[in-house]
């Protein structure tokens, strides 16, 4: 199947932990994002990648660090959780050879609770 | 930077149409977006309209677009329970999609 996947679905951890997020996609797109979704559903952008290269950071914590090892992959790595994490982080990914303004197309998500 | 905004509930019966409202500040978009997320799933892309249309029609959903008013409506004939989720404009920048906080429908039987 063509699609945006990402692992693991659900993450408890505890306060102080490091935990990774791995998302990959299939689709041939060169330009990759992670959103985190809060308890009010409102969704922000976190970081983009084109082409492996970070485009978009936007006001993110230190803690959160998102590595593209090739075109098809974003991972999220997050140091020193706090309660604060606790959300649902979507990657998406798109394809900007047909223009800047394509559709994204989002994984499943995952949801991460700190405790 | 872009700023789009939307109400955030709407509640209506079984058979009768949704209106679902986005307003947004950049101009600038070649399409502008309508993304439907089911509860425990991702966004999935529902429809979008070309910047340079006013009117988009794809069997139960209409999209208007007034560009002078940078408002954006999605209307849904006919709701059905199976209709019920979030709906999110988005108008694409650069690099990321900017999204409205999301109007949650609600569809009684």
């Known amino acids: 199947d063509t699609a945006v996947s990402q692992t693991p679905k659900y993450l408890v951890t505890q306060m102080g932990n490091d935990k990774s997020i791995k998302c990959e996609q299939n689709?041939?797109?060169?330009?990759m994002y992670w959103y985190k979704q809060d308890s009010k559903k409102f969704l922000k952008i976190m970081f983009s990648?084109?082409?492996?290269?970070?485009?978009i950071n936007e006001t993110v914590p230190n803690r959160f660090s998102p590595k593209s090892p090739d075109k098809a992959h974003l991972n999220l790595h997050i140091n020193s959780l706090e309660l604060g994490d606790s959300a649902v982080y979507f990657c998406?990914?798109?394809?900007?050879?047909?223009?800047?303004?394509?559709?994204?197309?989002f994984g499943n998500g995952t949801r991460l609770t700190v405790t | 930077g872009e700023d789009v905004e939307q109400s955030l509930f709407l509640s209506v019966r079984e058979g009768d149409s949704s209106v679902i409202n986005c307003t947004y500040t950049?101009?600038?978009?070649?399409?502008l977006y309508w993304y439907k997320q089911e509860p425990g799933a991702g966004l999935q892309l529902l429809t979008y309209?070309?910047?340079?249309?006013d009117m988009k029609q794809d069997q139960r959903l209409t999209v208007l677009l007034n560009k002078k008013d940078k408002h954006l409506s999605l209307r849904i004939a006919d709701t059905q329970t199976g209709d019920s989720a979030i709906y999110f404009c988005?108008?694409?920048?650069?690099?990321?999609?900017?999204f409205g906080d999301g109007t949650t429908l609600t569809v009684k039987p």
């Open positions: 988005a108008a694409p920048e650069v690099g990321k999609s900017t």
């Open positions: 309209i070309f910047s340079n249309m």
């Open positions: 998406a990914s798109s394809d900007s050879t047909v223009g800047d303004n394509s559709p994204l197309h």
């Open positions: 689709l041939g797109h060169d330009t």
């Open positions: 950049d101009s600038s978009s070649t399409y």
């Open positions: 990648y084109n082409n492996k290269e970070l485009i």
